[in-house]
């Protein structure tokens, strides 16, 4: 995800200091890893050494000075043009499960149990993610945010049970590889 174009959305809003938009940044995207503030600052210089943002003042508001940015023409439209791009497929999927599942079978361990422990946790973040999703004053984003995270939990459900099916097949091969 691109620090810099969210952080472009979001001063569309308005002009808004680094600490407000690591806020907004951690309350639009809340199963995203958070910014740090280091992140936020640093990618506001750039943005307004690129000219998508420029300083428009600062803000006290009884605390440390503030330095207040907003968006520019340029910024506007760098962010609505990257907001409209194809976003393609992954060429390369990787996934740590799937590499612990091969290094088990490569290793004569047992994949059920690394498929079943698994299966487990990703259960639990599913309740959780449903139990957040449901609460009465959940926003709109964190909705999306959990269903999102919900269907690829999902998928990774239905690759474990693929995958748990097809064990005896898979260690059998690698048997059979490793004596040749």
Excluded: C
Aim: hydrophobic share 45%.
């Amino acid at each position: 995800m691109s620090a810099r174009h969210i952080l472009l959305g979001l001063l569309a809003k308005g002009p808004s200091h680094g600490y407000d938009l690591k806020r907004r940044h951690d309350e639009h995207f809340p199963q995203a890893r958070p910014l740090a503030y280091g992140q936020v600052y640093t990618t506001l210089q750039r943005l307004v050494r690129d000219g998508l943002a420029e300083v428009a003042g600062t803000d006290a508001d009884g605390g440390p000075e503030r330095t207040l940015y907003r968006l520019t023409p340029d910024g506007a439209r760098a962010a609505a043009d990257w907001a409209g791009q194809i976003t393609p497929p992954a060429p390369f999927v990787t996934n740590e499960i799937f590499a612990k599942v091969v290094v088990a079978i490569l290793t004569g361990g047992d994949p059920a149990a690394q498929l079943a422990a698994q299966r487990t946790a990703h259960m639990e973040r599913m309740r959780e993610l449903t139990a957040v999703k449901t609460a009465a004053d959940t926003d709109l984003t964190t909705v999306l945010a959990a269903d999102y995270a919900l269907n690829h939990l999902d998928a990774d459900l239905r690759w474990m049970a693929t995958t748990q099916a097809r064990l005896t097949t898979l260690t059998a091969v690698t048997v059979e590889v490793d004596r040749a």
